[in-house]
């Protein structure tokens, strides 16, 4: 086993549990990793805005990775390393297709563009989604009117999971893998980002091109289908206990969850021991 030289964390469900805050014992975890000399960041889905606090609570040192990856910033000089938009024909047709029939008053669309959340009404999902990620919902009302931007990523946000699973389906049925990345990072959420985007490409970035180092060298903890491909990349890939099985399956160490601080279990056996 190669020794670890980058250890990359998922917020929700990782570090940051039903609190929304990153547990104690996962945070004194992390400081121990760090007084070794080894670097932390974050790899998520939010918001870079939104996730900015959890990266200075762990005191980063790297590029931060949000957005599944279509966004890598580096918080110290605010340089912004990579950007990959869904080019704004592709949001064009996947606004048209998400809001058909009575698709538009089942499922809450949100665009992001230039880090601000804009949606077409605030509903009580985009109000749930605002306040646990502590950032403003700029309602717009038709969202064609953005498309003069290219949004970062879109996301289909609703509580009926089933109609969710369905609408990822179809839409996989209607791109490439090379088209579209597509991935749900909770039940409630379907994602969709440039199709070179995923957590897995942002952590070879960060390995390869800031660091120097190879993908043995890297240990990253996840807990759901938007880790799976770093979790899949990385030297040591850990899943958290509440994964889904398709998650677990290509991870090499399965963690306890997110409330039994399952990053503290994951970095002493695979950094501290």
Known sequence: MSEIKLLVLDIDGTIAGESNQVRPGVLAAIKAVQAKGIPVTIATGRMYQSAARFYQDIGGNLPLIAYQGAWIQDPA?????????????????????????????????????????????????????????????????????????????????????????????????????????????????????????????????LAREVLGISAEEVMAIGDNFNDLEMIEYAGIGVAMGEAPAAVKAVAQWVAPGVEEDGVVAAIEEFILK
């Open 77 to 205: 000089t605010n340089e912004l390393h990579r950007h990959r938009p869904v080019p704004i024909p592709l949001a064009g047709e996947l606004l048209d297709y998400l809001e058909q029939g009575d698709l538009k008053s089942r499922v809450s669309i949100h665009f992001y563009i230039n880090d601000q959340l804009y949606v077409r009404q605030i509903v009580g999902d985009t109000q749930e989604y605002a306040r646990r990620s502590n950032i403003p919902a700029n309602p717009v009302g038709d969202l064609r009117k953005l498309l003069d931007q290219a949004p970062t990523k879109i996301l289909a946000l609703s509580e009926d999971t089933q109609l969710l699973d369905e609408l990822l389906l179809k839409v996989r049925q209607l791109y490439r893998p090379d088209e579209l990345y597509l991935t749900k990072s909770v039940a409630t959420f379907f994602e969709m980002a440039h199709p070179l985007v995923n957590k897995g490409i942002a952590v070879d970035y």
